[in-house]
């Protein structure tokens, strides 16, 4: 949601794509992404392999995955949350569901904000660049399904499970994050 103003899927796709083809400007890149943010780098990497040099993926969902019942619940009662306009609820409900520490909670209602959804289907095959997919040894069981059936199903991808982490990886145990990440990019 944008000023109010909630897009259609496929224009909030192609809204991000000209974001980050705009930011990228030409220039190669590694992209990082957390959650859906690393939906929407596969997806980027996936229409323009040409410009993705590496994808780091921070407990992402795979584009193909069929929800559990609890994830499919969680889905649902957000999305129920978020077209009622009841904003905050559903930030409570994504700070308890991931177990995010209090802190970030801004960081949570500031996500939903930004109504991001919309990236429905990724040829995995077309990613080019090597991925590292990264997944919190404590996150939902689907996530840690996900990260693995990721890193079987790219072509260049390894797996790194961060040990003590839930959803967030990078802000719950930064330091062995950063290190995974670090060897990889290097």
Do not use: Q
């Amino acid at each position: 949601m944008w000023d109010g103003f909630e897009l259609p899927g496929e224009l909030r796709r192609h809204h991000l794509e000209d974001d980050l083809a705009d930011t990228v400007a030409g220039d190669r890149v590694a992209l990082v992404g957390a959650s859906y943010g690393g939906l929407v780098c596969l997806d980027f990497a996936a229409r323009h392999p040409e410009l993705v040099t590496a994808i780091v993926l921070l407990d992402a969902p795979h584009p193909d995955h069929e929800e559990s019942d609890d994830l499919l619940a969680y889905a649902e009662e957000e999305e129920r949350l978020l077209e009622e306009g009841r904003l905050e609820e559903a930030t409570d409900l994504n700070v308890s569901y991931w177990k995010i520490p209090g802190r970030l909670r801004p960081m949570v209602r500031r996500s939903l904000e930004f109504d991001i959804r919309g990236v429905d289907e990724v040829d995995l095959s077309a990613v080019r660049a090597p991925v590292l997919v990264v997944v919190g040894e404590h996150d939902n069981p689907d996530f840690r399904e996900m990260g693995e059936r990721l890193a079987r199903e790219l072509p260049n991808a390894e797996l790194v499970v961060i040990p003590g982490a839930g959803h967030l990886p990078s802000v719950e145990r930064p330091d062995a994050t950063l290190e995974a990440v670090a060897r990889f990019l290097a």
